[in-house]
């Protein structure tokens, strides 16, 4: 590293004697982090009613980065259980999954079967500043 | 917190105020990036890389399927629980299980087998949209990186950004039989969680979710993980840093 940057450690250690894998902050490594800036914000909430068979389109957002970026995304499908996606909704109908590609961040539902139709799901997204393929 | 450390403040908001209104506490654990690696089309048992701890670190798999058996070149999933290509850890390397895997993989020092419990940090009512304000923050460069760039990838922490917490890195010795295993978060909220599987006779540790046997969720105030294997777990939470309407 440079002679120049920014440490800090944790509490009671001396950043000067600590790898700089221990310590809380440095210039020399990247944190995982979400934008909250109003132009680009990246994370949210919502919910949707699961309306037909086959495949389901939950939400399709730009999310305005030039790369594919690494997300993470909650799911619930009803009570207070919240489901980190993918996931099944029920065995043998319904995988939900979560994804960034190029161009979008995107939620869906696919083998939709009747166990599923009607059924709302919830929602709650984070995309990352970090590339994710 | 101690008496001494570093404190950043969000925009408009007073340093000595309540840890919700900070981007940065020197009392909090980040989850620094210490490595990235992209891979494609890796046969079975490859290395991805050497990460040279001597313990398994918290790593963040993403692979290009969408869904069993749809691989999709440019797509970035978290984990794809469905199907071939997964990735796993040990104390050495994050290596593939299944053939023609793509994806990329984040590493952090964080010790999935050494147990963390954050201390109390109040982070109700926090970052909305929109808050920022642009004439003036704080933005720490990563080395060879400009301070002016656009591209928050190019900082260590950046006042336009919050960074998740580790509130707590739970281990434990699993035993066989199908049963549900709970640990209390209390944080009031259901916060990002990832719950780290190594089954006996397994090539080593892995992410797990809910699909086929094994079943993980979380509550306002806990982490259920039910599934019936032997073998080691671990459970980590992270403080979220964002208000979700």
């Known amino acids: 590293m440079n002679d120049y940057g920014i440490k800090v450690s944790g509490e009671n250690n001396n950043a000067n004697e600590q790898e700089f894998e221990e310590l809380i902050l440095s210039s020399k490594y990247p944190t995982l982090k979400v934008a909250v800036d109003e132009e680009r914000s990246k994370f949210g909430t919502g919910q949707a009613v699961i309306p037909n068979t086959g495949t389901y389109e939950v939400l399709r957002i730009p999310h305005g980065y030039d790369y594919t970026p690494a997300s993470l995304t909650l799911v619930n499908k009803g009570g207070d259980a919240w489901y980190i996606a993918p996931t099944i909704w029920f065995f043998g109908e319904g995988a939900i999954n979560a994804y960034c590609d190029e161009d979008d961040y995107v939620i869906d539902v696919r083998d939709i079967g009747s166990s599923v139709q009607g059924k709302t799901l919830k929602y709650r997204y984070y995309i990352f500043d970090r590339n994710g393929t | 917190m101690a008496d001494w450390g570093i404190k950043l403040s969000q925009p408009g908001e007073d340093a000595t105020g309540a840890d919700a209104r900070l981007v940065f506490s020197s009392s909090w654990k980040l989850l620094n990036i210490v490595h990235e690696e992209s891979f494609s089309g890796l046969a079975d048992n490859t290395t991805i890389y050497e990460h040279g701890y001597d313990y398994v670190p918290l790593f963040l798999p993403y692979t290009n399927q969408k869904f069993t058996g749809v691989a999709e070149a440019g797509v970035a999933s978290f984990n794809h629980a469905f199907g071939s290509g997964r990735i796993f850890c040990d104390e050495n390397r994050i290596f593939t299980d299944g053939s023609s895997t793509t994806g990329r993989v984040m590493v952090t020092?964080?010790?999935?087998?050494?147990?963390?419990?954050?201390?109390?940090?109040?982070?109700?009512?926090?970052?909305?949209?929109?808050?920022?304000?642009?004439?003036?923050?704080?933005?720490?460069?990563?080395?060879?990186?400009?301070?002016?760039?656009?591209?928050?990838?190019?900082?260590?922490?950046?006042?336009?950004?919050?960074?998740?917490?580790?509130?707590?890195?739970?281990?434990?010795?699993?035993?066989?039989?199908?049963?549900?295993?709970?640990?209390?978060?209390?944080?009031?909220?259901?916060?990002?969680?990832?719950?780290?599987?190594?089954?006996?006779?397994?090539?080593?540790?892995?992410?797990?979710?809910?699909?086929?046997?094994?079943?993980?969720?979380?509550?306002?105030?806990?982490?259920?993980?039910?599934?019936?294997?032997?073998?080691?777990?671990?459970?980590?939470?992270?403080?979220?840093?964002l208000e979700l309407e």
């Open chain 2, 109 to 241: 020092p964080i010790n999935l087998l050494e147990d963390y419990q954050a201390p109390s940090v109040n982070l109700d009512n926090i970052s909305k949209n929109g808050r920022i304000d642009h004439d003036w923050g704080i933005k720490v460069a990563l080395e060879g990186k400009d301070i002016h760039s656009t591209d928050t990838r190019d900082f260590a922490i950046h006042s336009g950004t919050r960074s998740p917490m580790v509130h707590m890195v739970k281990y434990a010795e699993t035993t066989a039989g199908y049963k549900t295993y709970t640990y209390e978060h209390n944080l009031g909220y259901p916060p990002m969680f990832m719950v780290y599987l190594n089954i006996d006779g397994t090539p080593g540790w892995q992410v797990i979710g809910s699909a086929g046997d094994t079943a993980v969720v979380c509550t306002d105030t806990e982490i259920r993980v039910s599934h019936g294997y032997l073998g080691e777990m671990s459970v980590v939470v992270l403080k979220d840093p």
